[in-house]
């Protein structure tokens, strides 16, 4: 078993829909991180959390530390925000390396 | 303010060839990692170094690869007499690694072994 898992795997949408993605995570971490990834393209960073709720735009992310448990939301969603969506995690103290879940492929139809 | 830099975007080699990929992290970064993403699967943990010392090569395969960060220039990840399997997106990323756990990601690489 992973020790990041994400759901779904695909999620396929039509424009203007309110999209969740959620990742539950198995160990003790330091920082839970939501990671976008456009077709051959490359890795950027939508947000870093420990504790509670971030907001950016239309992406909302959110953690509950005790039930091991993060969700990555998407509001009026719209074509452009189809990509890769990968939920990745911190592990322990003091590691710094990255340990990431297999990612949800996210499609928005017009 | 340039962003982690990889080079080069696209490589291809034949088996038995060497690959040298290269990663220039953030400015006023030292914390470098190396990520490997196999076609359709995710992303891996390979190696972290710092500066002149590798911290983590947990994910390193034994043999074949080998990565450094040298006190001047780019932290170059080098695979010997390369396989089809090697062919993958290689990514790297940079920390301050001052406290945070934020990782800025390169455009990758993207190795094919013909």
């Known amino acids: 078993k992973n020790e990041v898992e994400q759901s779904p795997q695909n999620l396929t949408a039509q424009e203007g829909e309110f999209i969740t993605i959620n990742c539950s995570y198995s160990?003790?971490?330091?920082?839970l991180h939501w990671l976008q990834q456009h077709p051959g393209g490359g890795i950027v960073s939508l947000f870093m959390?420990?504790?509670g709720k971030k907001k950016h735009g239309r992406l909302i992310a959110t953690i509950n530390i005790q039930e091991k448990h993060s969700s990555l939301h998407i509001t009026a969603s719209h074509p452009r925000d189809s990509a890769v969506y990968i939920c990745?995690?911190?592990?322990?103290?003091?590691?710094?390396?990255?340990?990431f879940g297999q990612g949800t492929r996210l499609t928005i139809n017009p | 303010n340039a962003g982690v830099m990889q080079n080069p975007r696209h490589l291809v080699r034949r088996r038995g060839q060497e690959a040298r990929l290269r990663c220039s992290p953030m400015?006023?970064?030292?914390?470098v990692y190396w990520y490997r993403q196999l076609p359709e699967e995710g992303l891996k943990f390979m190696v972290y170094?710092?500066?002149?010392?590798?911290?983590?090569e947990s994910g390193m395969p034994k043999e074949r690869f080998s990565a450094e960060f040298p006190k001047e220039g780019p932290s170059i990840l080098r695979i010997q007499q390369v396989v089809r399997g090697d062919s993958a997106a290689y990514f790297c990323?940079?920390?301050?690694?001052?406290?945070?756990?934020?990782?800025?990601f390169g455009p990758g690489t993207r190795l094919t072994v013909t």
């Open positions: 400015k006023g970064h030292s914390h």
């Open positions: 160990v003790g971490i330091s920082a």
């Open positions: 990745a995690v911190t592990p322990g103290q003091g590691a710094q390396k990255l340990v």
């Open positions: 990323a940079s920390s301050s690694g001052t406290g945070s756990y934020e990782q800025y």
């Open positions: 170094l710092q500066k002149e010392n590798i911290i983590d």
């Open positions: 959390l420990s504790s």
